[in-house]
């Protein structure tokens, strides 16, 4: 069973730096998945951030993440993260972590990132 959990949201100031981490809750992440973070602003579509490999670590971003948006993933603690730098406030939204692992698709519940200005 595959189901991802986020944690890390929150409300922060402009130029502020955050984390968020994907887990897989009561289970672990195997070599073949593929992470992946989107978000969802307020009236508007859902956006790919980015993907990585779970095994290779392999990652591509969305153009327009590339800058600020660094996914990673860390065996030992069993997570995959989605480290952003000079949050804006367009930066608002809901921050979802997606795992495909064979044809099965599963998302996490998301997780609310609030930036005021």
């Known amino acids: 069973q595959v189901q991802p959990a986020e944690s890390g949201g929150g409300v922060v100031q402009a130029g502020d730096s955050l984390t968020l981490s994907c887990s897989v809750s009561?289970?672990?992440?195997?070599?073949?998945?593929?992470v992946a973070w989107y978000r969802q602003a307020p009236g508007k579509e859902r956006e790919v951030i980015g993907t990585?490999?779970?095994?290779?670590?392999?990652?591509n971003y969305a153009a327009s993440m590339r800058c600020r948006f660094t996914i990673y993933r860390n065996y030992h603690e069993n997570r995959a993260w989605l480290h952003m730098n000079g949050l804006k406030p367009e930066d608002t939204a809901i921050y979802s972590c997606?795992?495909?692992?064979?044809?099965?698709?599963?998302w996490g519940q998301g997780t609310q990132i609030t930036v005021s200005s």
């Open positions: 997606k795992v495909q692992r064979d044809s099965v698709v599963c």
């Open positions: 009561g289970g672990t992440f195997v070599v073949d998945d593929m």
């Open positions: 990585i490999t779970w095994g290779a670590g392999s990652r």
